[in-house]
Structure formats: structure tokens, C-alpha cells
């Protein structure tokens, strides 16, 4: 019951966001361009797929950056983005030319356009998803980060949001085949080594990114919008009920963990 109550407030404080902040239309944006993929898929093809999928990530972006710089200003939020986009690019380039830390797989031609065999998307991903697991992060221990032990705890936290989404985007990604699994084994195809490098990735961007005084509700937003997205999107859409609930459960066991210690009021 304290979930649904939880679920019905988020809810009501997205049908009463003030629509005229930038923010809330590039996320406006993104939902449409997410619910719009499955339908210009069915009109012209799977063709579709990568360019709106690029399309979709460019507007959540847009949204997390935006809702970053007017709690940052533009200099801490272009420089955390800079970092974000050199730390997992560097990561993403090691782990498809040497395997580690995620594993060995290899980036197909598909997502253009690309630098050093490295889609130049993939940093966006992370982008658009590390503010909002550091909101989650930060949300679940009550916004107080003062000692080192709730920074460790930030840390970690942080990782097990980020990861969390995986359990959608690797099944995914590898059917829409945007990379491939050398050996594939494990979840659903996807080595057990790649979730170990999610987490690695994660908690070492999140320690060089020192991120501090989050808006934590529009990020929350974002985190529950592709928590429920990707999970009917995978159910219903693309038939791949497995990776949906797991993904939903995870996702959601956090996104519940952080929607009960804040203040739901957006800000």
C-alpha cells in the first residue's frame, strides 16, 4: 500500500511540474521520443531503431544537464560533464579492445557515429543516467553525505542504481545489435564480468565527479520515468519479459528506497 501511495504522489507532482522550465520540456521531449520509437518502428522498419534511439538519449541529456546546471551553475555542470564523457569513453574504448573491466565484446557498426570503434552515444548514456542514480544515492541516505562512511555509502548506492539499469539496456542493446558478447553466457546472454565493470565504472566516476547539493526530485523523475519506460517497453514491445522484471524489481526496489526518505515536492 506504501508503495502505491508513493507511486500516486509521483504522479501528482509530474501533472503539477511547471512546464515552462527547460528541463521539464526536454524530458516532455524524451517521453515522447521514447513512446514514438516502438510506433515508427512498426510504420518504417527497424532502420528507425538508431538514429531515435540517439534522438531519445540527446533530449534525457539535455534534461539531466539542464536540471544540473541551475543547481551547479555552467561551469560545474560542463566540467562534471566533460569528466563523465573522458572517464567512460576511456572505459568503454578499454573494455571493447581489451576485455576489461566488462568483459569481451565488441561494438558493431550500427550506432554512428563512432571514434576509435567506440559509438560516441555510449558516454552519453552514462551522462544521462549517473545524475539520476546519484539522486537515488543521495535520496535514500537523506540527503546527508557528512562523513566517510555515508561517502562510501554514496558510492556504493550510486553504482547499484547505475547497475540496476543495465539489467534493462545490455539484453536490449545486444538484440537491437548495437554491440555483441564474444562468449555470451550468464544474464540473459550478458557475462556476469560486465555487471562487475558497471560497478567499477560507476563508483569510480561517481568518486572523480565528487557530485554535491543534487536536485533531487526532477532526478528522481527521470529515474522513475525510465524504470517504468523500459520495463513496458521491454514486456510488452520488444518481448523480452525476463530482463523487464528483473529490471523493474531492482530499479524499483531503489526508486521506492529514495521515494520514502524525500520530501516530494519539486524544486
Known sequence: MSGLVLSMQALSEMLRMPWRRPETLCIAAWIVSMISLPILRWTWGDGVVPGLT?????????????????????????????????????????????????????YTTTLQPQAFGVPLLIPLAWLMMLGPSWAVAQAILGGKIDSLGRRLAFIGLSALAMTAWDLYLDPQMVTWGFWVWREPSGYFGIPWSNYAGWLLVSALVTIA?????LPITPLLVIYGVVWAFQAVGLAVFWGQV???????????????????ETPWRWR
Not at 209 to 213: G, H, K, N, Q, Y
Not at 242 to 260: E, Q
Request: hydrophobic share 55%; no cysteine.
Open 242 to 260: 525476463g530482463p523487464a522484471l528483473f529490471g523493474f524489481s531492482a530499479m524499483g526496489a531503489l526508486l521506492y528506497a529514495a521515494l520514502r
Open 209 to 213: 565527479a565528487r557530485p554535491m547539493r
Open 54 to 106: 540517439t534522438v531519445s538519449a540527446i533530449f534525457q541529456v539535455g534534461a539531466v544537464s539542464v536540471i544540473l546546471w541551475r543547481a551547479w551553475g555552467l561551469s560545474r555542470t560542463l566540467s562534471t560533464a566533460a569528466l563523465i564523457a573522458i572517464l567512460t569513453f576511456s572505459a568503454e574504448w578499454l573494455g571493447s579492445t581489451t576485455g576489461f573491466p566488462f568483459g569481451e565484446y565488441d
